[in-house]
């Protein structure tokens, strides 16, 4: 499988998934539309808060933690704001705005992520420092 699969209750997107530092401090920086899904997992839960500074597109932002959804936020193209909830959280996923709407999208579904061949070479290489 060479494409990451993200699935949101019964849904499955294919979703861009930041693995390395970089990948996740640029994020969806200057995409033009049709903006790409994006995930960010972490390791480890912590409270991760995200701002959309140089991000054209308005998005849907998930904020998730144990396989589950526990907040949704917007993004406003360019803010430095940060958003986020002060909840831990091991996935963050980002959305082109009103696909929570068009997909009924909500707080307590289940969310999961499931790695490409490449992704998962990435994720390693990244722990051993190759």
Request: proline share 6%; hydrophobic share 40%.
């Amino acid at each position: 499988m060479n494409i990451d699969k993200l699935k949101i209750g019964d849904y499955v997107f294919d979703t861009l998934v930041a693995i390395t530092e970089d990948e996740h401090s640029t994020g969806l920086m200057w995409k033009k539309a049709p903006t790409p899904i994006m995930s960010f997992p972490y390791d480890k839960p912590e409270v991760h808060k995200f701002w959309m500074q140089n991000t054209i597109a308005p998005l849907d932002i998930l904020f998730c933690n144990a396989g589950k959804i526990i907040d949704i936020k917007k993004g406003s193209p360019y803010s430095i704001e940060l958003i986020g909830p002060d909840e831990n959280t091991d996935l963050v996923v980002e959305l082109p705005l009103g696909t929570t709407q068009k997909y009924n999208i909500v707080e307590g579904m289940d969310i999961s992520l499931k790695y490409s061949i490449f992704t998962i070479g990435k994720k390693y290489a990244t722990k051993l420092n190759i």
